[in-house]
C-alpha cells in the first residue's frame, strides 16, 4: 500500500483528551492515532480494535527495519501509560489521572496483527463527541517522524479558526511532557517548535509563524500564528488523486443545475465566461433574490432571468458595493481591534517588566541583609491575623507559599527604601503613562 494514497479517514478526539498531559514514543503516537481513526461517529461502545502490523508499517511509509518489533512494544508500553486529562466539574478545575488502554492481544511471531480496547475512562473523549472537539484528516500526520509535531499540530488545529493560540512555556512543557528536558529554551525552540513549524509546513493541512512573551529577556510563552497551508504535500495529494474540477466550479455547477439551468448551456457559459465572471452574475441574482423578498416580492423564474443577465456587461450590482462597503469597514474594527488588543498586551508587559526589577532589587536586599527580611516578615505578620493564626508555620513558609504574604513583605520593604525604587519607577513610570494614554485616546 502506498501511503501517498493513504485512504481519508478522520481522528477525533475531544479538546480536553488533545491538551492531556502525557508522553508518547512516535509508534506509540501512531498507533493510538491510528486506532482513533477507527472509532465511527455513530459508535456508543468501544470495540476492540484490530490492526495488521504489516498494514501499519504499509499506512505510515516506514522503511525501518525495526517497525515491526516497535509496534509488537506498542500495547505493552501503553497498558503502562498514565493520562492526566484537565476537566471541569461545579466550576473546579480537576485532572483525570486514567489509563489509555484496558486490554491488548500481540502476536507471537513477528508479523500478524495486535488488538486493543481502550480505557473505559475513555469513553466521555472519544466516543459520541457533540461538542468542543478536534477531528482531522489522518494523512495529515502519515508522514511526521516527531511525536511532539504531532502534538503542536493537534494543539494548534484546535484554533485554526481562530487563527491563534498562546501557550506560557511551562505549560506547554507539561502538555508535551518535556517539563524536566530542554531547559535552555534555544534547546527546546530549534527541537521541538522549529521542528514543528517545518513538519508541518511540509506535511499538513495548516502551518504557523510564532513570535516570543519575554519577561526582560527572558522567554515566558509562545503566540502561535495559524494558517491554512495551501501548498502542503496533502494538498498536493489530493490535486492528483481527485478530478481536476476546481471547488469554485463545483459550486456554480450545483448552484445553477439546480436553478434549472441545462448541463449543455452550462458547460457553454463556462467556457464562454469563465468562473468568475459566472460567479459575480450569480451574486448578483441572488442579491436580487434578496432585495426583492424584502419588498415581498419574487424571481419566478430565476434560469429564464439568468440567461437574461449574463450576458450584460454594464450591470451594476449595488447590494453587493454596499456589502463590500461593511465588509470593508469590519476588517478596519478588527485592525483597531488587534490594535488596542497590542497596546493592551505592551502596558501589561512593561508592568510585568518594572515589577520584575523590583522583585529583583528586594532579592538583593534581602542577600546584603538576612536581618532586614526576618524582621518585615515578622512585623507582617504580627500586623495580619490571616498570617499569626498558624504558628506550625515559620516565616519562610507564609513567604515561600503564600503570594499575598509576600505581596505584604514586598509593599513594607518598597516604603522602607522610597529611594532606591523610585529610581526604577521612574524609568517605566513615563512609559505607563504613554501607553495609558494612547489605550484611553483610542
Not at 315 to 326: F, G, Q
Not at 372 to 394: A, I
Amino acid at each position: 500500500m502506498n501511503n501517498q494514497h493513504a485512504d481519508k479517514a478522520l481522528v477525533t478526539k475531544s479538546n480536553n483528551l488533545v491538551e492531556a498531559r502525557y508522553h508518547f514514543s512516535i509508534w506509540e503516537t501512531r498507533v493510538f492515532t491510528k486506532l482513533v481513526s477507527l472509532i465511527q461517529p455513530g459508535d456508543e461502545a468501544f470495540k476492540k480494535y484490530k490492526l495488521q502490523i504489516k498494514d501499519l508499517v504499509n499506512f505510515f511509509g516506514v522503511n525501518d527495519n525495526d517497525a515491526y518489533v516497535k509496534i509488537k512494544a506498542v500495547p505493552d508500553n501503553l497498558l503502562k501509560k498514565v493520562v492526566t486529562i484537565p476537566y471541569t466539574e461545579n466550576g473546579e478545575e480537576r485532572f483525570l489521572k486514567t489509563g489509555l488502554i484496558a486490554q491488548a492481544s500481540i502476536p507471537k511471531k513477528k508479523e500478524g496483527f495486535i488488538e486493543i480496547s481502550f480505557h473505559p475512562d475513555l469513553k466521555p473523549y472519544l466516543l459520541q463527541l457533540k461538542r468542543t472537539f478536534l477531528s482531522y484528516d489522518i494523512r495529515n500526520v502519515l508522514k511526521i517522524s516527531s511525536v511532539y509535531s504531532v502534538r503542536i499540530y493537534e494543539l494548534l488545529k484546535q484554533y485554526e479558526k481562530i487563527g491563534s493560540r498562546e501557550f506560557d512555556l511551562d505549560t506547554l512543557k507539561v502538555i508535551l511532557g518535556v517539563s524536566d528536558k530542554y531547559r535552555l529554551y534555544g534547546h527546546f525552540k530549534s527541537r521541538i517548535i522549529l521542528k514543528a513549524q517545518k513538519d508541518l509546513k511540509l506535511h499538513t493541512d495548516i502551518c504557523f509563524e510564532f513570535s516570543e512573551i519575554k519577561l526582560k529577556r527572558k522567554v515566558i510563552g509562545i503566540l502561535f500564528k495559524i494558517k491554512r497551508n495551501k501548498n502542503s504535500e496533502l494538498d498536493k495529494i489530493s490535486k492528483t488523486v481527485e478530478v481536476s474540477v476546481s471547488p469554485l466550479q463545483k459550486e456554480i455547477e450545483k448552484k445553477l443545475l439546480n436553478w434549472g439551468i441545462s448541463k449543455q448551456t452550462l458547460k457553454r457559459y463556462i467556457k464562454n465566461y469563465g468562473l468568475e465572471y459566472i460567479e459575480e452574475r450569480i451574486r448578483y441574482v441572488v442579491n436580487q433574490q434578496e432585495l426583492k423578498a424584502k419588498r415581498s416580492e419574487k424571481i419566478t423564474n430565476i434560469a429564464a432571468y439568468f440567461n437574461s443577465i449574463i450576458g450584460k456587461k454594464d450591470l451594476v450590482d449595488y447590494v453587493e458595493e454596499e456589502k463590500v462597503i461593511k465588509k470593508t469597514q469590519k476588517k478596519k474594527a478588527k485592525k483597531a481591534d488587534t490594535k488596542k488588543k497590542n497596546l493592551e498586551k505592551d502596558l501589561i508587559q512593561l508592568r510585568r517588566n518594572m515589577e520584575y526589577e523590583e522583585q529583583e532589587k528586594i532579592s538583593v536586599l534581602f542577600e546584603n541583609n538576612t536581618f532586614l527580611k526576618e524582621k518585615t516578615m515578622e512585623d507582617v505578620r504580627k500586623n495580619s491575623p490571616l498570617f499569626y493564626s498558624d504558628r506550625n508555620k515559620s516565616n519562610e513558609d507564609y513567604f515561600k507559599d503564600n503570594p499575598l504574604f509576600r505581596a505584604a513583605v514586598f509593599v513594607l520593604v518598597k516604603k522602607a527604601y522610597k529611594k532606591e525604587f523610585a529610581s526604577i519607577r521612574n524609568v517605566y513610570s513615563s512609559k505607563i503613562k504613554a501607553a495609558e494614554k494612547k489605550l484611553k485616546n483610542f
